[in-house]
């Protein structure tokens, strides 16, 4: 495989074409090399427009996914963010050439460790891996100017809004199959919440947060 052309042909043909058409996007998507993030045995997938498995039956979201959440973040150099959800740790990666600081978070140890290993690997300096439970946020180390969720919830915890700064923005992918969307949630004066619906996608569930009540009859 001629994984430089695989890269391009990814940027092009799927990325692009789902309106991530920030040059700083497209440029560390190119820059940072995917392949490494992936487990060896799924290397030949890393570019193709499809979750990747990961280790305890987690996955990596889509290539075109990643991009877009990352654009809508708008994340800035001085900014101090927060990854519920570290899987392989390629989208904590993006967000370190963007941000002050990322830390990330995953509940599960196998991926605790994946991703400290692939984040070394890379050279980020600007990173923290912590094993926690995602649905509670990082309490001990906000307030946070972005907050990202790489997986999809039902709703967004008050608790985690609460770790923004005045400013400061949430993305999430929201809903429940069929229908699911990316959500923008920005922090306004006096710990007021707009939201704003930017896609429809789908992405599997981040472990520990609430699922609607089924009531039978």
Known sequence: MNIEQARFNMIEQQIRP????????LGL???VKREDFVPVAQKALAFVDAEITLPEGQTMLAPRVEARLLQEAKVQRHEKVLEIGAGSGFMAALLAHRAQHVFTVDNRPALVRMATD????AGLSNVTVLEADGHAG???EGPFD????????ASVPQALLDQLKDGGR????????????ATLFTRQ????FSRVELFD???QRLDGFAEPTRFSF
């Open 18 to 25: 789902w309106d991530v058409l920030d040059a700083g996007v």
């Open 29 to 31: 998507l190119a820059a």
């Open 118 to 121: 692939n984040l070394k690997r």
């Open 138 to 140: 990082l309490p001990s």
């Open 146 to 153: 972005v907050i990202v969720l790489s997986g999809s919830v």
């Open 170 to 181: 949430l993305i999430a992918i929201v809903g429940a199959l069929p229908v699911m969307r």
């Open 189 to 192: 004066a006096a710990g007021a």
């Open 201 to 203: 996608t789908v992405a």
